[in-house]
């Protein structure tokens, strides 16, 4: 009897086990699954409302509830308005009568003219959905028309893509890695001493570039930066990677090819100002002198303090924006700031140095 007893509940629980288990219970065909790729976010004519749009991959070559798409169609996006991200997903998913999926997600991209206090609580309900992953891109753009980021083609990548594949082809997304995930940008938003930053996107003779970042005053004013204030900014935080920098000098053209660049800093905050002292060593090799064929010891070291004093003037005009904006960028104030919070902005007074080293000598070949 005893052991009938203990058979029963045994089964009993192997039973509650079971059912327990997922499995594929709640699977569901990939042809009923919205599977999103791009979100964008923009505000609407009408107050506390927002206009959201949705890239899905078209995964059927005949969407039954979506009689309205191309059979060929490589992509489609639907367009909601709603006052938040939760009611967004919920009015995309009864448009497209498919349940959405968000575990896919590459990016997001939102008018540049959103204000922050608007823009973080949507971002902060994205990043509170433990189905979507915080390594998606995100990056500002002008609001005149976000699918037109969103859905673009690039002439250099091929079918099969992913939305926004071509961003990383621009000019100075890649070497200056101004690319920002949706992790690095809450880290920053919530970080003390440091203002967050996201690169804005732009079509440019018919591809996409990067060359500003958008960064985020504490009091939620949007600073665009300058391409030159940017690639100061690049320079000072260690996001130069075999970059070719091109400048005149004595009449002819020189190149530096794959720069690459590290930082060391010290802060010393004072009730007045930031003191900062940073060293810029960067490593190069000279590419090409217009006009010659060899270049001599004595051209290379003029070579390297040219290229030393441009880098400088445009890491002094990113330190100026920062000042002039309130902004801080570089994570200068964040480790006195992490453990003691205070209000205000200090002015940052930074002695920067820039050290070029040129591997090899002459013309590289």
Known sequence: MIR????????????????????????????HQGIVLMMSIRAAQSPGQYDWRFVFPNVTLSPSSLS???????????????PNF???????????ARSLYLGQLEGIVWDSRLPFSHLW??????????????????MTADGVSLSRYMNF??????APRIALAAYFDCTRCSPMQLGERGWQFWSDAVSQGISPSVPVVQIKQGSLAVREVEVYAPNGQAVVYTPAETQGLSYLTGRVRRLTLTFPWHGQMVSLARVSDRRS?????????LDVRETVHLNAFIDEVSGQNAVTLSDEHAIVRRAEHDVLGLC???INRANATHTDPFGY????????PREGFRPIKATITVILTVKGEGVVR
């Not at 029963?8 to 219970?25: E, I, M, N």
């Not at 309205?68 to 709603?82: N, R, S, T």
């Not at 104030?333 to 003691?340: N, Q, Y």
Request: charged share 15%; with cysteine.
């Open 4 to 31: 009938t007893v203990k058979a029963a509940r045994t089964c009993l629980v192997l039973v509650f086990l079971l059912l327990s288990l997922t499995g594929c219970w709640d699977s569901k065909p990939i042809d």
């Open 68 to 82: 309205d798409i191309k059979p060929g169609e490589e992509y489609y996006d639907i367009k909601v308005m709603a």
């Open 86 to 96: 939760a009611t967004a997903v919920m009015l995309a998913q009864e448009k497209s």
């Open 121 to 138: 609580p949507l971002l902060s309900a994205v990043n509170a959905a433990g189905t979507i992953p915080k390594t998606y891109w995100v």
């Open 153 to 158: 083609v690039s002439p250099q990548v091929v």
């Open 265 to 273: 800093v010290k802060t010393w905050p004072t009730p007045q100002a």
């Open 316 to 318: 002094l005009l990113a």
């Open 333 to 340: 104030a964040r480790p006195g700031d992490w453990f003691h």
